[in-house]
């Protein structure tokens, strides 16, 4: 970084004698800089900009530019024809950009007709006068009406109605503004279309969230248990299913129970007695009637998904013993979907004819962990108190354990394996493993496995090993396992993990299942067994959808599987599933939520026109997000009489009003009146919306509301930010702005080359996404200075992402995201900040190959807001001969080529130093060339010294850039000149000595002009 | 589903602008709605593929899609031939498939014939996808009594796998399926007094709802003093415009059906005694059902996947010796030639539907010429789900150009969905999985 102190030191000084902020000029050369200030100081008055235009400025213009950029041509889409002295925005915008071309000497191109050098101090000087007059200009502000996004409108039906159901589905996707955000107003379109479409949505939404309050609601909720002989009287009646194994019927009972709720329900009685026709998968040409009557031809018990003893499964993928269902974790390498699973993924699976259709449903998985057995690769370690057992043909033997304490158990064979698969039962628990050769051979020709490490304490067990027909068993050694050996760190850390249940749903047919998963993916952590609670709208899943009279006993089932989930690639210990309940639908309370907000509590409530009066004024006060106004009451209750006077039905007339609420614009778009082009004050309502809508993506929760009624949410800001970042519902905002302000829908959309990063299948994609939102969303919580963001000691990340990247035996968190300090040289070279996160990494590359392009345009675009012009239509193919070169060559060929340079030169060398990671994200194993020169001349060896650089010589500028997305999404609109100028200008004087921390930023911008000004 | 259909934006912008705001809905109001040329669409299934033999065979003729060539045209092949009359008015599509085809299970073709929807990775929230004529029903909707009309051999959505319905709606639930003519007669021309009052008084309730919006939204303009209203306005457009289109709708009640001759239905006619009849009825049907302009948007599934219901033994009906399922499955010169005669069976009856449909005349044209007839099947042979056997017919004054065998292998069926789309006068970005417009000089518009 030879040059760094140079320029650094030219751009302050550059930067304080022109009085401009406006530009941090990399590459401006001395002569050009000396002389422009020297121009400077001899207009001490200088002429009016207008009179100087005319006379001066537009033939200079004329003589070198229009040619290109004027009315017959506009290269790059630049055209200075137009041009005044009005300074709107979009001059200044225009007059940046040509003052860095000037300055970059890059304009007139080289081919062209250079400027003369009086030409071009006047024209700069009139350039840099302009920007300065105009960045002091104000702006008109006219307030701001814009649409909720479909996903805040999503939450917000959520949070006022709690309808839960994904109704906002059907709505189109919004549009992208050009900085890559959903919720600017200009995208933001409303369509014919989208009207009539909210229209029945809030009537869908209405309807759900209305209950018959005079009635109990009916609940259905029955068990399935589990476990060898549980049941006591099977049924001899033959259960069909075709495709999955379904279990023996004495080994699960199916019956119903009553949930325990805090108010009055109907048990639904399942139906039991059913009629279907008989014969070739339920042919309906082929009459022949047959009645069933049990639950058993309603619930099954199965398992699917493949589950064989292969892959990660080491051994019997599931196990039925007394206690319930042993389930081993799916491999994970398998994917869902028809790609082909690369191991097994054991399922246990309830086909069911009788679901309720509508409401949320509860699945309760009662389950344990397991004291299993970590497998070893290796035979134990000779150790003191070895023993040895006879277990000739698979006889059974005594163990008797002297003291508490982690044993290995190893079998030898005399002869051949019988089975690749090794079975122990101990005492009353029970172990396998698959078994892979080599094996250890005797001298005296005994083949001996290792079989397992376990915990045990001191006590007498039997032991029965198991092997195909077991002829060829011969003994069992059992060795206490020595302390701080490498066997027992890792069976302690295996003994710490803990299994992950998740559940499906969606249909069967006869030809297999069609499953989706629950959002949660949950922790079993308990030895005993406990209830793990997955609850979900019915709507979220595809339903049977035959008709009601279906008389096809193989149609017209819904399917919940339980499956256990991995984290990565190692040993996790078994789930012990006792049963699974399922309530349905699922009421917290009764009423529901949502319609004790519109019925409230009220002595009026036999007097009909009062009390809707108090609904509609709470209720649209609440969907408006401010007090009714008079008219609008009068106006939404004249709707009411009219709709009460017709249909003579008070709920239903409450629902028509309510209606005309949830369509009115006052729901439909977050607006900030205006008086007129002077700037105002955001009102208090208006400050807790947006706030709301800004943290939340939501609509504000009572506290903003009754804030803002108080007159009190100006005075407490910053309070109330500090409140709504560490609310959960802060999340909602990381996803949105992270993934967007980042273009994480590039890893969206990535088709990875499976055959090279076999690792990165659907499931780790999940996770691996989900990194640098939680990312931000810790660096704001915690409220940690912004540098982090660039180059960090620590990554946010959980199990799966730890595991993709070998980081896996640190953290143990399962599924839940945990920073984890970086330790070794090369973990720290390695990661830290957003730029080296797989997601990022990896949606930028075509997946199968990195591409310093795609990272070099996203750094610049999204990390230091100096983004490149986009690529021209019609981009020349490299020469054929070239294709043999590296990419480096290739690139360096290419940006050495007229037209291409422009850009490529601010593009290219920020992309170079990313070549240490493939397209998956990680680090390459061979050694690569990542140096670079930056287009400010900067050296830098690799990722690690652009990270430095970065975050200590660039700090301002990627706490600008970040600042600018911030602000860009929390207003909604794009930012005019003179705020970006308050930006450069305000926010080091506020942060910078701070360190930019994350949460001040988001305070710094809601506190700003730009924020609170409309 | 929604998001597999956008509008483009471009011309709803326009629209906005008042440059080409469509108001087909004004229209409607009165005596010009009889002028107004509409535009239909129809999707005729056919379960368990066409006849395709084996080059081996030696029998071409029997191939389904015209396998001989004439003078630089193509030959009707032997279970197409009762077509022949039509040449001009159809043309054939080879080589399309789904794009999601062979990743999902065969079984689920008639399930994703007209959506395309992947299968085999269900959405969380959904099966299936909305299908073609639910998306054109959508914008047709108000310009005639009913939406769509969904008719089927056999009634209700069957399951999956073996669907009973070839539609789906926003949401991608099947939509069930009528499939007696009595009933599907009632339900079109015989609407009763008490049907219609209740129709009139959802309309005006949910016009008084619009209203009252629309009044709220009124008040709170005024009251926005100098702010940037341009969000408003598009707001209040797209109210006005939704509100005339219920106002169309409210007024269709008023006017009186076309009065046409209903002596030549058979309305008792039985498939399990006479499956001919049964067709033809229900042709018939369609054909009066769109010559009044009741519906834009018919969907009729012949026949189901996989020996499923009644269809399945029309083959033996007729004097064959296999049902149509096990017919499906052989690849014998013998087999597959009495499948190509079942084929014929069902081109004889389309070709009765395009007779029917050419009689009746628009004011413009005839109304096959403003009505797409897309007929095909969602596999070629057994389970095979590329190659689809694909005809379309009509359609003349929407741009297509008929008389063409065009084939390209692979081609997406939802890019002919989306040329259909297009045709149709809707404008939309994609259909499903759709990656542009099907590139063919068939589709002309």
């Known amino acids: ?1014 | 589903m929604s998001n597999s259909f956008q509008l483009d934006r471009r011309s709803v912008l326009k629209g906005l602008a008042g440059i080409v705001l469509p108001l087909p809905v004004l229209e409607a109001m009165g005596k010009e709605v009889v002028d107004k040329t509409p535009r239909r669409f129809c999707a005729l299934y056919v379960a368990n593929g066409m006849a395709l033999p084996h080059k081996k065979h030696k029998i071409d003729e029997w191939s389904w899609f015209p396998e001989q060539k004439k003078d630089g045209k193509f030959v009707f092949g032997k279970p197409t031939e009762p077509l022949s009359p039509f040449r001009n008015q159809l043309s054939f599509l080879g080589g399309l498939q789904h794009a999601n085809g062979p990743r999902n299970d065969p079984h689920v073709c008639s399930d994703m014939w007209l959506t395309g929807a992947p299968l085999h990775d269900p959405k969380p929230g959904q099966y299936n996808t909305v299908s073609l004529d639910c998306v054109i029903a959508r914008h047709t909707r108000h310009e005639c009594r009913r939406p769509s009309l969904v008719l089927s051999i056999d009634a209700g959505t069957g399951y999956m796998s073996r669907t009973s319905t070839i539609s789906y709606d926003r949401d991608g639930k099947p939509i069930p399926a009528e499939n007696n003519p009595r009933q599907v007669f009632e339900s079109l021309f015989k609407q009763t007094r008490g049907s219609l009052k209740a129709q009139r008084q959802e309309l005006s309730r949910r016009l008084k709802l619009v209203d009252a919006v629309s009044m709220s939204a009124k008040t709170l303009d005024k009251n926005l003093g100098k702010a940037d209203r341009q969000k408003m306005d598009q707001y209040l457009t797209s109210l006005n415009e939704l509100e005339m289109r219920l106002k169309a709708s409210e007024k269709w009640i008023d006017i009186p059906l076309k009065s046409q001759d209903y002596s030549i239905l058979n309305l008792d006619a039985n498939p399990e005694t006479d499956p001919q009849t049964y067709y033809r009825t229900m042709y018939d049907l369609i054909a009066l059902a769109f010559d009044a302009d009741i519906t834009r948007s018919i969907t009729f599934m012949l026949n189901r996947e996989d020996g499923m219901g009644i269809s399945d033994t029309f083959p033996l009906k007729l004097g064959m010796k296999h049902t149509h399922h096990n017919l499906s499955h052989k690849s014998d010169k013998a087999g597959v030639t009495e499948w190509g005669k079942y084929d014929r069976f069902l081109s004889e009856q389309l070709a009765y539907f395009l007779k029917r449909m050419s009689e009746y005349k628009d004011a413009k044209g005839s109304v096959l010429d403003n009505t797409i007839v897309l007929y095909g099947s969602g596999a070629s042979t057994t389970h095979r789900n590329e190659n689809l056997p694909t005809l379309i017919a009509g359609g003349a004054n929407m741009g297509l150009k008929h008389g063409q065998y065009w084939r390209r292998n692979g081609a997406r069926m939802t890019n002919l969905y989306l040329s259909i789309l297009h045709s149709m006068g809707i404008e939309a970005d994609r259909f499903g999985d759709s990656g542009g417009t099907l590139d063919s000089p068939i589709f002309t518009a």
């Open chain 1, 1 to 1014: 970084m030879k040059n760094r102190i140079q320029s650094k030191s030219l751009t302050k000084f550059m930067t304080k004698s022109l009085t401009l902020t406006s530009v941090v000029i990399f590459s401006g050369t001395l002569s050009l800089f000396l002389f422009a200030q020297d121009k400077q100081e001899t207009n001490t008055k200088p002429i009016p900009l207008e009179e100087e235009f005319k006379e001066e400025i537009k033939p200079i213009l004329q003589d070198y530019c229009t040619r290109c950029h004027g009315r017959r041509k506009q290269e790059s889409g630049v055209r200075v024809d137009q041009f005044d002295a009005t300074l709107g925005d979009k001059q200044l915008f225009l007059l940046n950009h040509m003052q860095k071309q000037l300055i970059d000497g890059n304009m007139p191109p080289e081919d062209e007709e250079p400027l003369e050098v009086e030409d071009k101090a006047v024209l700069l000087n009139w350039v840099q006068s302009a920007l300065f007059e105009g960045a002091k200009k104000i702006r008109p502000k006219n307030g701001l009406i814009r649409r909720l996004t479909v996903q805040q409108y999503r939450n917000t039906i959520r949070d006022l109605l709690g309808v839960k159901d994904d109704l906002a589905k059907a709505l189109p996707a919004d549009g992208i503004s050009k900085e890559g955000f959903k919720n600017n107003k200009e995208t933001l379109l409303l369509t014919p279309q989208m009207m009539e479409t909210y229209f029945e949505i809030a009537e869908e939404a209405l309807d759900l969230c209305i209950v018959d309050d005079t009635q109990q609601p009916e609940i259905q909720c029955f068990r399935v248990e589990l476990g060898a002989g549980v049941n006591k009287n099977p049924t001899k009646d033959r259960v069909v299913l075709n495709g999955p194994r379904l279990f023996p019927q004495n080994q699960f009972k199916i019956y119903e129970v009553l949930p325990e709720k805090p108010f009055a329900f109907k048990p639904k009685k399942m139906q039991t007695k059913f009629r279907f026709i008989e014969g070739y998968i339920g042919n309906p040409t082929i009459r022949a009637w047959k009645d069933f009557n049990g639950l058993h031809h309603s619930v099954y018990a199965s398992m699917i998904g493949k589950h064989t003893r292969g892959g990660m499964n080491y051994g019997r993928s599931f196990h039925m013993v007394e206690d319930g269902l042993l389930l081993r974790p799916r491999s994970p390498e398998t994917e869902n979907g028809n790609a082909p699973p690369r191991g097994p993924a054991p399922t246990f699976s309830m086909p069911l004819r009788e679901l309720p259709r509508e409401g949320m449903l509860q699945v309760t998985v009662i389950a344990s962990r397991y004291e299993d057995g970590w497998q070893p690769h290796d035979l134990a370690i000779e150790a003191e108190g070895e023993m040895t057992f006879d277990v000739t043909g698979g006889k059974d033997a005594k163990l008797n354990i002297p003291k508490d304490g982690i044993y290995q158990l190893d079998v030898g064979v005399q002869g051949s394996l019988k089975d690749d698969v090794m079975i122990a039962d101990i005492g009353d628990r029970t172990f396998s493993k698959r078994l892979k050769p080599p094996y250890h051979k005797t001298d005296d020709g005994e083949v001996i496995v290792p079989v397992l490490v376990a915990r045990f304490k001191m006590g007498e067990y039997s032991l029965k090993v198991k092997n195909g027909d077991n002829k060829t068993l011969k003994s069992a050694y059992l060795t206490p396992v020595l302390a701080k050996s490498e066997t027992e760190h890792k069976f302690l850390s295996f003994e710490k993990r803990v299994p992950h249940l998740s559940v499906h749903m969606g249909v069967r047919t006869d030809v297999g299942a069609r499953l989706s998963k629950f959002a949660t993916t949950e922790p079993v952590r308990s030895k005993i067994p406990e209830r793990v609670s997955f609850r979900a709208s019915l709507s979220s899943f595809a339903s049977p959808d035959t008709e009601k009279e279906n008389v096809n006993y193989l149609a017209g089932l819904s399917e919940i599987a339980v499956r256990s989930e991995p984290t990565d690639d190692r040993q996790i210990p078994r789930v012990l599933i006792k049963g699974v309940e399922i309530e349905g639908p699922y009421y917290e309370s009764w009423p529901p939520r949502g319609h004790s907000n519109i019925f409230i509590p009220s002595k009026n409530k036999d007097s009909h026109p009062v009390y809707a009066h108090e609904i509609i004024d709470h209720f649209a006060s609440q969907a408006f997000r401010r007090p009714l106004k008079e008219k609008e009451c009068d106006a939404l209750l004249k709707v009411w009489e009219e709709s009460y006077e017709e249909l003579q039905d008070f709920t239903e007339s409450i629902k028509d009003v309510l209606l005309v609420v949830l369509t009115s614009p006052q729901f439909l778009f977050l607006i900030e009146e205006s008086e007129g082009p002077q700037a105002e004050e955001l009102t208090s309502f208006e400050l807790a919306t947006k706030l709301s809508y800004f943290l939340w993506n939501s609509t504000p929760d009572q506290k903003l509301l009754d804030l803002a009624y108080r007159g009190k949410l100006e005075e407490s800001l910053k309070s109330e930010v500090s409140r709504l970042v560490s609310d959960n519902q802060f999340s909602q905002f990381t996803e949105e702005f992270v993934h967007q302000w980042l273009s994480l829908d590039k890893f969206d959309v990535v088709s990875i080359d499976r055959g090279r990063y076999p690792k990165l299948n659907k499931e780790t994609r999940r996770e691996v996404r989900r990194e640098p939102i939680k990312f931000v969303e810790h660096l704001n919580r915690e409220n940690l200075p912004l540098r982090n963001l660039v180059d960090s000691d620590f990554i946010v990340v959980n199990d799966v992402v730890a595991g993709y990247y070998g980081l896996g035996t640190q953290l143990e968190t399962g599924y839940q995201f945990a920073p984890l300090l970086l330790r070794t040289k090369e973990e720290k070279e390695t990661f830290g900040g957003v730029l080296t996160q797989a997601a990022i990494l990896s949606g930028l590359s075509d997946g199968r190959e990195s591409n310093p392009v795609k990272r070099g345009a996203w750094l610049a675009d999204k990390i230091i807001s100096e983004p490149p012009d986009p690529p021209p239509p019609d981009v020349p193919e490299l020469p054929k001969e070239t294709k043999a070169k590296s990419l480096r060559e290739r690139l360096e060929q290419h940006r050495n080529q007229k037209g291409c340079m422009g850009c490529h030169e601010k593009i290219d060398p920020w992309g170079l130093p990313f070549e240490h990671y493939d397209a998956g994200g990680l680090w390459k194993k061979k050694k690569v060339e990542a140096s670079s020169t930056l287009p400010d001349k900067t050296e830098i060896s690799g990722i690690q010294d652009l990270k430095r650089y970065l975050a200590n010589d660039r700090i301002d500028q990627v706490a600008f850039s970040y600042l600018k997305h911030l602000a860009v999404y929390a207003t909604g609109r794009d930012l005019t000149f003179n705020e970006l100028e308050y930006l450069r200008k305000e926010a080091p004087k506020a942060l910078k000595e701070d360190g930019y921390r994350m949460k001040d930023c988001v305070l710094f911008i809601v506190k700003s002009p730009i924020f609170m000004e409309k």
